[in-house]
C-alpha cells in the first residue's frame, strides 16, 4: 500500500487524475493540498472534496488550502476556456459536507511528512508553490518523505505556453527551481509521455459502459467534463478530433506502475528568466555537467497499457466469475 499526498490546482485532468488515486486498491491517499492554476485555490479544493465525496473511499481524506498566488508576482487568473468556469468543465459535483482544513497546504504537507516519514510519496499535479513553501519551512523535507513525483515539465517535446515551457513550470519556475535544488528523489512526468497516451472518444464509452458498482457516477462524470470542454480545446490546440492527451493522470500512473515509463537521469534546473525560456527544463548530460542535484525524466511511455490501466480502475471486477 503506497501513501502519497496529491498537491493539485484541480481542473479536469486532476480530477481524474484524483479519481483515480482515490479508487486504486494499492494507493491510500493521506490528503490532498489544492493551489492556484486551473482555478484559483478555494475552487480547487471545494472540486476536491467533491470528489472525495463521489468517489466514496472508506477512509478521511483531509484537504487544505494553499496558496493563491506563485513565489514571485501575481497569479495571472484561471482558464475557463479550458476548464470550465469551476474548473471541472462546469459540471456540477455532487455537494459534501466535508470543509477544508484550517491548516495551510504548506504546513500540512510537514505534518504529513513528519507523521507518514519515507513511506509519503508527495505527487504534484499543478505548481510547485506549496512544495516550495514548506521546503522554506523545512530544508530537511526531503530527507523526511520517500520521493516526489510530479506532472509537468518538457525535455524534448515542445512547450504548451512557450516553445520550451510546460504550463506548471512556467506558472512558477522559482518555485520549481527551489525543489529541483532541494534534493529530492525527484521525477519529471512530463510532456515528452503525457502527449503520447491519449484518451479517446472510444475509451470513454469503454469506461462508461463497464463501469463497476460504485464507479458509475465517476465515469458519467469524466465523459461529461472532457466531451463538454477539455476535448474542444485540445481540437484547436492539438488537432486532437475524439481524444486528448492524459496529463496529470499519467503522474499516478507513474506512481502505481513505473514499468509503464521509460526514464532517464541529469542533472537539471529550471530556468526562471528569459524572453522564451522561463520555465524551461534545463537539463545537463556534458560530461561534467553544473553542480545540481539529478533529476528522473520520464522520456517514453506505453501508451496504450497506460491508457487501459487508468480505465481499469473503474471498470476492473474484483471477483470475476
Not at 515551457?165 to 512558477?172: I, K, M, P, Y
Request: hydrophobic share 40%.
Amino acid at each position: 500500500m503506497q501513501k502519497i499526498l496529491i498537491d493539485a490546482d484541480t481542473g479536469i485532468d486532476d480530477s481524474i487524475a484524483i479519481l483515480y488515486a482515490l479508487r486504486c486498491p494499492d494507493i491510500r491517499v493521506v490528503g490532498i493540498t489544492t493551489g492556484c492554476g486551473n482555478t484559483d485555490a478555494a475552487q480547487a479544493a471545494e472540486n476536491t472534496l467533491r470528489l472525495v465525496k463521489m468517489a466514496g473511499v472508506s477512509y478521511p481524506v483531509p484537504v487544505a488550502i494553499g496558496e493563491n498566488k506563485p513565489l514571485g508576482g501575481e497569479w495571472e487568473g484561471p482558464v475557463p476556456h479550458i476548464h470550465g468556469k469551476n474548473g471541472v468543465g462546469d459540471v456540477e459535483l455532487p455537494p459534501t459536507e466535508q470543509k477544508p482544513l484550517a491548516e495551510h497546504a504548506s504546513d500540512f504537507i510537514l505534518r504529513q511528512a513528519r507523521e507518514q516519514g519515507r513511506d509519503l510519496t508527495i505527487v504534484t499535479l499543478g505548481r510547485m508553490t506549496n512544495l516550495a513553501l514548506a521546503l522554506e519551512k523545512e530544508p530537511n523535507l526531503p530527507s523526511m518523505v520517500k520521493n516526489v513525483v510530479f506532472m509537468g515539465g518538457t525535455f524534448r517535446h515542445p512547450g504548451n505556453v512557450t516553445p520550451v515551457s510546460e504550463a506548471n513550470l512556467f506558472g512558477d519556475p522559482e518555485a520549481a527551481d527551489r525543489v529541483f535544488q532541494a534534493g529530492f528523489d525527484l521525477t519529471m512526468v512530463g510532456l515528452d509521455v503525457t502527449m503520447k497516451s491519449r484518451l479517446t472518444s472510444q475509451h470513454l464509452d469503454l469506461l462508461v459502459k463497464y463501469a463497476t458498482p460504485g464507479n458509475e457516477e465517476i465515469a458519467a462524470y469524466i465523459r461529461k467534463a472532457m466531451t463538454g470542454r477539455y476535448y474542444p480545446f485540445n481540437r484547436w490546440q492539438n488537432n486532437c478530433l475524439d481524444h486528448c492527451p492524459v496529463h496529470d493522470p499519467s503522474a499516478l500512473l507513474y506512481v502505481t506502475d513505473p514499468s509503464l515509463f521509460t526514464t532517464r537521469k541529469a542533472r537539471a534546473r529550471v530556468e526562471c528568466s528569459g524572453q522564451f525560456t522561463r520555465g524551461m527544463v534545463v537539463a545537463d548530460f556534458r560530461e561534467y555537467p553544473f553542480d545540481a542535484p539529478y533529476l528522473t525524466i520520464c522520456v517514453d511511455v506505453d501508451e496504450r497499457r497506460a491508457v487501459e490501466k487508468l480505465i481499469a480502475a473503474f471498470t476492473h471486477q474484483e471477483t470475476l466469475l
